[in-house]
């Protein structure tokens, strides 16, 4: 069931450098030796570089201003560019695929020791400083489709030796069915391999020491290890797990306490096309798929109450917000989307992991939808008055605002309600509309939130443990999400990583896995200014209300509301 590496894997780890100086000194930024799939932060708990895998290093002065990638098997300079690891008295050039001023992508030797290394890159004759980088036994990443980490993995269906097709919401996997999921580290070749030249056959990497997950269940593994005829590229083979399906449900990897990053597949009881509880039902798929286009709105309405212990005191503020996203899917967008289900959520009953730079969590897909112009405005009108979504200049089809910013209250204290966004019947309409929606109206009625039972007993969090969460209350017909956020410090260079996970709201119980939670950094022993570095909520929402508009083929409306409380991760 093993076969090269498709062409669009390749291309997967391609990338276009920047142009700078040929002669200066290079230099790796700090932070910027990573996973070639994962693209992981080094701070983070799955950010080290494995033993025999691909990684990337980021920088400037680096290589030529133009991409020069060498076939295999890979030499180890390349372009004028050397990379070199030392730890201790170990020394070892780096195989290199690829080199440019801004990227250079090279493969980790497999006999280099665990721990700490130096590398040192070089460029026409001139080293840069050195940089630490960590070197692990195991640390796997899943390649996706947006070469960036996130979303829908590149992951393909085995349906026979010569039929392998990449999975996406038009071409679902079965229960059942084999799954090849790509990434790079595994681990080590075996002893006198050459890192940089493709392997001839199948060969075996920690296999026993794998485990995949899919929507949090643990699939069984025909294979992991390389993929014949490449070099540095791992393949996992794995079973769909029975009772799953949904057109974003994730996929991770755990060698032993280390979770890979997150990716999504679509699973469908008779495979083909998916469909999802919290996204788009089958025959807007269907229709996309005969007819190449798929014409989406989406309404948002969000309120978040975050509540914040420090210096002793604690205090409520409630945020509320709206959104709305009009777009035209084509079937190369709609594979590469990140955000197909509400609000982004993953499938129900399941968990999924961003992590990233405060200003670089948002999942990028590599082929976004064309905008829809739907006018200036999106009118609301609710309990507490009138309000409206205003157009972003800079993204056609994309209105946002914030709706009010009150609630503020402290206990003891009291305070005042300022809030917009109440339980109660709410109407949309966009005037005359623009130029490809015309005007329409649209209703929601906004239920009750559900109350988080567990709330106060929720406050050091052990990863290793999985966290239980109950709740009570809300639609019975919605769903629950559970969020939760960890930085590593509090400067404009925290690394930051943060879950959900969704599940009806009837269940009223839901456990955060252990393998969710590993994902995220401790909590620092210090604080800044006594704020807190972690935070975990419950809230709610409706599931899809649709409606109807001239120019588009499905629109639909939801709501969330999440309550978050500062935490501590251990």
Not at 310 to 326: L, N, Q, Y
């Amino acid at each position: 069931m093993m076969k090269p590496m498709s062409r669009y894997l390749l291309y997967a780890v391609l990338a276009a450098a920047a142009s700078t100086s040929l002669f200066a000194q290079p230099v790796v930024s700090d932070g910027g030796i990573v996973n070639a799939a994962s693209g992981v932060n080094p701070r983070l708990p799955g950010g080290g570089v494995a033993q025999g895998s691909l990684f990337v290093i980021y920088g400037v002065r680096m290589g030529p201003n133009v991409l020069a990638a060498s076939p295999l098997p890979w030499p180890t300079t390349l372009s004028g560019t050397s990379v070199r690891v030392t730890s201790g008295s170990f020394s070892a050039d780096c195989p290199i695929y690829y080199t440019s001023a801004g990227q250079v992508a090279a493969v980790m030797p497999s006999n280099i020791p665990v721990g700490n290394a130096t590398l040192t890159l070089s460029y026409n004759g001139q080293a840069s400083p050195g940089r630490i980088v960590r070197v692990a036994a195991n640390s796997f990443g899943i390649y996706t489709t947006n070469l960036r980490g996130s979303g829908p993995g590149s992951i393909t269906n085995f349906e026979s030796a010569t039929s392998q097709p990449l999975n996406s919401p038009l071409r679902s996997a079965r229960p059942g069915q084999t799954l090849i999921a790509y990434g790079t580290g595994l681990g080590a070749l075996p002893g006198g391999a050459n890192d940089g030249a493709p392997v001839s056959a199948a060969t075996p990497i920690n296999q026993a020491g794998v485990e995949l997950y899919v929507g949090g269940r643990r699939a069984d593994l025909g294979y992991a290890g390389r993929a014949p005829s490449f070099a540095s590229l791992d393949q996992i083979n794995f079973v769909v797990p029975a009772g799953i399906s949904g057109c974003a449900v994730p996929v991770y990897v755990k060698t032993g306490n280390i979770v890979s990053n997150f990716a999504t597949i679509s699973i469908a009881t008779s495979g083909s096309i998916c469909s999802d509880a919290l996204g788009l039902p089958q025959s807007q798929l269907e229709r996309l798929n005969s007819t190449g286009s798929l014409k989406i709105g989406t309404i948002t309405l969000a309120r978040l109450d975050l509540e914040v212990s420090a210096f002793g005191f604690s205090t409520s503020v409630k945020t509320d917000s709206g959104s709305a996203g009009f777009f035209d899917f084509t079937p190369v967008s709609i594979a590469s989307s990140s955000s197909l289900n509400a609000a982004g959520a993953s499938s129900l009953g399941t968990c999924t992991v961003y992590s990233g730079t405060a200003s670089a969590l948002t999942p990028i897909d590599y082929a976004p939808p064309r905008g829809l112009d739907a006018g200036a405005l999106i009118n609301i009108s609710g309990p507490k008055g009138a309000k409206s979504l205003k157009r972003v200049d800079t993204l056609i089809g994309t209105y946002s605002e914030t709706l009010s910013t009150g609630g503020i209250s402290i206990p003891g204290l009291g305070g005042t309600d300022g809030s917009y966004l109440d339980p109660g019947p709410y109407s949309f309409n966009n005037g005359g509309g623009g130029a490809d929606v015309r005007g329409f109206t649209a209703n929601l009625n906004l239920s009750a939130p559900v109350a988080w039972s567990n709330k106060a007993a929720v406050s050091n969090v052990n990863r290793a443990a999985g966290q239980v969460v109950n709740w009570t209350g809300g639609d019975n017909n919605g769903y629950v999400v559970i969020y939760g956020y960890s930085a590593t410090d509090a400067t404009e260079n925290a690394i930051l990583s943060i879950f959900t996970c969704t599940e009806r709201a009837n269940v009223g119980t839901f456990t955060v896995p252990a393998a969710i939670l590993l994902a995220l950094p401790p909590s620092p022993t210090a604080t800044s200014a006594g704020l807190p570095f972690g935070l975990m909520g419950v809230g709610s929402g409706n599931l899809p209300a649709t409606f109807s508009a001239p120019g588009l083929d499905y629109g639909y409306i939801v709501s969330t509301s999440l309550t978050l409380k500062s935490v501590n991760y251990q």
